[in-house]
């Protein structure tokens, strides 16, 4: 019976064994289970403040950021400052393709929260940024995941006390010369006037201020505004206004006002002034409206933009591309680090077949006329000059032109900002060549017709009614070269209705009438006006001489005339030799615009011509150049009737230098309102002194 109750108690405790050990089993079991899931919820929530975090920063939500902060940090730092420091610096570096990629995340091994490494690569100002973060994701006391933030989430290198700065590296704008290396367009120097608060006197402030405004053209409210600045001590320089560095009288007068100072500052410049102001053109701060549309070149606020002439024709090669650099500095202003760095591209330099002492020369001829004045290479196309006045000086629109100055163009009668060389003209008789070379290639012209004259006025038969064509002077027996020489506006007129209306208009178009003439600058194209459609017979007629509704560009007549010297081949001007550092196609010197415009045999029968005009016709004055040219003279009448006595006339003359084989130039000049001035007799002797000062045989 013993023996039975023992068997019983070792039972009792076998199930109670196990019954321990299921318990203990299934504890532990729970325990492994409530760990991993409690894991893995916590590495849900973590993750989801990390990809809230990332989707803030790329969508530009800085203020959703301090949401996620754990509230440790918050203690230190307000929802204003960490809003600001990610807008100002991720704003300032210009960044944008913010992206994050996750390396690795876990939890750390002491239990106190969870930790993120992530790449996170921008594009910037200063080129692409690729850094390696390491974020701490912890509870807060409501059992919360949260961000222990610091600067460090902006950028690895950056303590809370360190601040951003961009640093825009400028690019040099290109420079422009002339053919032998002149400066035309240059970085350079500018004057700006301002005051030192503390040397104006006190006892004349008002007036001094009053003065200063005045001339400066500002009001003494803009200059308190400037001194007022949250910046300005009694010690510093404070910037009113630039001013051109040449204009001397304006700096002496500022500089007699107590307090103003003048100090260089970087500008740019153009030595020639108003000689080549319509060849260069000037720069200027870019209008709100251009950087509208150019924003997306890399322009800003601040950027200085060609406005005319070559300057904006070729901007996006003058201006380089501005580089930037991105640092991050210590409290104390010195550098800790350079986060981005991207070197500036300095623009690219435009060669001029321009030559300055030519342009010079020419404008001095021109000055107090209305005019313009070509002068280009008979044998390469090269343009030598390009003169147009009166003119303006590009270096006051740099500065910022004054209201009265602008005022005092943009009225003017005389019309400098106008740019006359780019224009059409009526030709007058300085188109006669170009007629009889069409004459002779149709064969309606032969050069060794003589007639009898016709006097000093002609017309068709009696249905021109009382329309008349005049010549000034008789000369015996009429031929091509004579009609040439002495500039029979009656011979031409009658060889045009000759030809006829269709070969006439056809020569015209051969010539290149109605097309657009390549060149950098854009040229008014050379038209007939309704001569084509039209059938009246006294149009046609004066067309012949350069008249009815004819209107030429001068340096597509400038072209024409090379085919004189050229086998009836027409050069293609140029004017810049490095055209394909540019983007364009290659200078090509020597290169025809048109061939085969007339035969070689009219060609020459006219350029022999055009001798006889200087040697004893219109252009006699101009044997006194020390050099044998060829060449026309040219009266344009500008008046709506022949009986109109109000009208005016434009004098012309074309003269090449015809015995030269190695570098003939060609010089056009037309001069406006010379009625009353001895018509083309005027620009004869300004043409032939160019020639001699240019050549060296000007008489001493």
């Known amino acids: ?88 610096i991720f704003t300032g570096i210009g960044a944008s393709n913010i992206a994050f990629t996750l390396l690795e995340s876990g ?54 006390t360190d601040t951003v700065r961009v640093n825009t590296l400028d690019a ?18 500018g004057a700006s006037v301002g005051l030192v608060p503390g040397k104006i006197s006190q006892t004349t402030r008002d007036a001094d201020l009053e003065q200063l405004a005045s001339l400066l053209e500002v009001s003494v409210d803009y200059i308190n505004e400037q001194l007022s600045a949250s910046w300005v001590t009694d010690d510093v320089f404070v910037p009113i206004r630039s001013v051109a560095v040449d ?4 700096i002496s007068q500022v500089l007699e006002i107590s307090g103003v100072m003048v100090n260089t500052t970087s500008a740019r410049e153009y030595p020639y002034g108003e000689t080549l102001a319509h060849l260069t053109g000037y720069v200027q701060a870019i209008s709100a409206e251009e950087l509208e549309t150019m924003a997306d070149q890399g322009y800003t606020s601040s950027s200085i933009v060609g406005k005319s ?10 201006r380089g591309t501005d580089g930037c650099e991105i640092l991050i500095l210590y409290s104390d202003g010195t550098v800790k680090e350079t986060l981005g760095y ?74 400098p900002m106008y740019n006359r060389y780019t224009s059409t003209w009526v030709p007058g008789s300085s188109f006669k060549p170009i007629t009889a070379a069409i004459g002779l290639d149709n064969g309606t012209i032969d050069p ?16 021109w009614g009382n329309l008349f064509v005049t010549t000034l002077v008789t000369y015996g027996d009429v031929t091509l070269q004579k009609a040439l020489a002495y500039s029979d506006n009656i011979y031409f007129a009658q060889q045009t209705l000759n030809m006829g209306r269709s070969a006439f208009v056809e020569g015209l178009k051969t010539v290149g009438f109605g ?138 003359f074309v003269a090449y230098e015809i015995d030269n084989t190695e570098d003939p130039i060609l010089i056009l000049m037309m001069v406006e309102d010379v009625l009353d001035r001895d018509g083309s007799h005027y620009v004869v002797p300004k043409v032939t002194e160019a020639f001699s000062q240019y050549r060296g045989t000007a008489s001493e």
């Open 247 to 250: 204009n001397e009288e304006l």
């Open 172 to 189: 040099k704008r290109g420079t422009i010369y002339d053919v032998n290396g002149n400066v035309l367009a240059q970085d350079g120097e």
């Open 448 to 463: 060794n017709e003589v007639s009898a004259s016709n006097g000093l006025s002609w017309q068709k038969d009696s249905s």
């Open 515 to 652: 097309e657009t003439m390549p060149f950098e600058m854009s040229l008014g194209s050379s038209t007939y006006g309704t001569l084509e459609e039209s059938s009246d017979e006294v149009m046609l007629a004066n067309s012949g001489y350069g008249q009815g509704e004819m209107l030429v560009n001068p340096i597509h007549l400038a072209s024409m005339y090379s085919a004189f010297m050229n086998d009836g081949n027409m050069l293609q001007p140029y004017l810049v030799s490095n055209s394909e550092e540019l983007g364009g196609e290659a200078a090509q010197p020597g290169s025809y615009w048109k061939t085969g415009v007339f035969s070689a045999e009219s060609a020459q029968i006219v350029n022999e011509d055009l001798r006889t005009v200087i040697s004893e016709g219109t252009g006699t004055d101009a044997q006194s150049a020390g050099v044998t040219l060829a060449g026309k003279t040219g009266t344009a009448e500008i008046k709506d009737s022949q009986d109109d006595t109000d009208g005016t006339e434009l004098g012309w």
């Open 107 to 160: 939890e750390n091994e002491d239990g106190s929260g969870w930790y993120y490494r992530y790449r996170m690569t921008m594009d910037t100002s200063a080129g692409s940024l690729d850094n390696t973060y390491s974020m701490q994701i912890c509870r807060d006391s409501e059992n919360q995941f949260k961000i222990m933030w610091s600067s460090n989430l902006i950028f690895p290198q950056l303590d809370d």
């Open 309 to 318: 002439g070559l300057e904006q024709i070729y901007e996006s090669s003058l």
């Open 342 to 415: 991207q070197a500036a591209v300095d623009g690219n330099d435009v060669h001029l077949t321009i030559d300055a002492q030519l342009c010079q020369i020419l404008y001095d001829q021109l000055e107090g006329d209305n005019g313009l004045a070509v002068a280009m290479n008979m044998k390469t196309g090269a343009i030598l000059s390009l003169v147009s006045t009166p003119s303006y000086n590009p270096n006051e629109f740099v500065a910022g032109i004054t209201n009265s100055s602008w005022e005092a163009l943009s009225t003017d009668e005389d019309l």
């Open 1 to 88: 019976m013993a023996k039975g109750k023992k068997k019983s108690g070792n039972h009792l405790g076998v199930v109670i064994g196990i019954t321990v050990f299921l318990i203990i089993a299934f504890v532990g079991i729970a325990a492994v289970a409530w760990f991993y899931l409690f894991r893995e919820d916590a590495q849900a929530a973590t993750q989801a403040v990390y990809d809230e975090y990332t989707q803030d920063v790329v969508n530009g939500n800085y203020e959703g950021i301090y949401d996620l902060i754990h509230e440790d940090v918050q203690a230190n730092v307000d929802k204003d400052t960490v809003t600001a420091r990610y807008t100002n």
